[in-house]
């Protein structure tokens, strides 16, 4: 009869959380801002290009597309973020995963668990990587760092060609004031998930390069394109309105979901009262200043 022997140890999944409490706070109300920019300012916008007495009443019309397509991009996004992080903890999983089955306990440094058989028979191992918890979470950040970038990019490209078009001071000012809150408050959250996610230097110096050149390239594209741009076309308020309600969805799924989610409902979180209460105030002081903000857009 074998008699199997098994030791495991885990490591906490949230181990990468933040160093201070200030830094989940700030992160909190970057949250809050994100949330409030979506459905405040970009969920609007989208619809009000899509549903723009130039567009044909069929089929903008009769239908709300910019609903339906911030619902589509945010089902999207969780799919793609699900398929992403099985395909790369499956992957992980089995390079850590020994194939010897002769082998004894690997090294220290890799946590293994040993199973054996006794009474004479031959030895087998069956191996789970000590670091799995911690490296399915590494994995997700990594990805909810790329997807709420590629949102936050898509976003602000757009609204930054408006400021580059823009001919009146008027409108000019209120708007880079306002653009300069938000992106200030994005940047911070997406460098949250960034610095959580643990990548190489040359990846974080690429999605700071990449977040850096949003603003200015959607400026550059705005100016040059100012003197033939003409926002009321019907080509430019479906382009403008399908990709307001795009980027709307991702961020509306990456602050509820990937930002409050994940920190809010986290043990350490859960386990600190006073921290999640706490936390519970940047948030929607975060979420509150937008409306003061809309007037200028």
Known sequence: MHILECKCIFQNAYSNRPENNIFFLIKAFAAGVILATAFLHIVPDGYESLSSSCLSEKPWGVFPFAGFLAMVS????????TLATSFFKSSHFNKALPVNGDEEMMGDHQG???VHATHG???GSAVVPQDS?????LIRQRIISQVLEVGIAVHSVIIRMALGCSQSAKTIKPLVAALTFHQF????GLGGCISQAKFKSRAIAMMVVLFSLTTPTGIAIGM???KVYNENSPK?????GIFNSLSAGILIYMSLVDLLGVDFMNPIT??????????NLPLLLGAASMPFLAKWY
């Open 133 to 137: 918890e911690s490296s399915h979470h």
């Open 236 to 240: 430019a308020l479906v382009v403008e």
């Open 74 to 81: 945010a089902i999207a996004t969780m799919m793609i973020e």
């Open 121 to 123: 028979h031959s030895h």
């Open 185 to 188: 408050f994005e940047g911070m």
């Open 112 to 114: 293994h668990v040993h």
């Open 224 to 226: 040059g394109v100012s």
């Open 270 to 279: 859960q386990g600190n009262i006073k921290l999640l209460l706490g936390s």
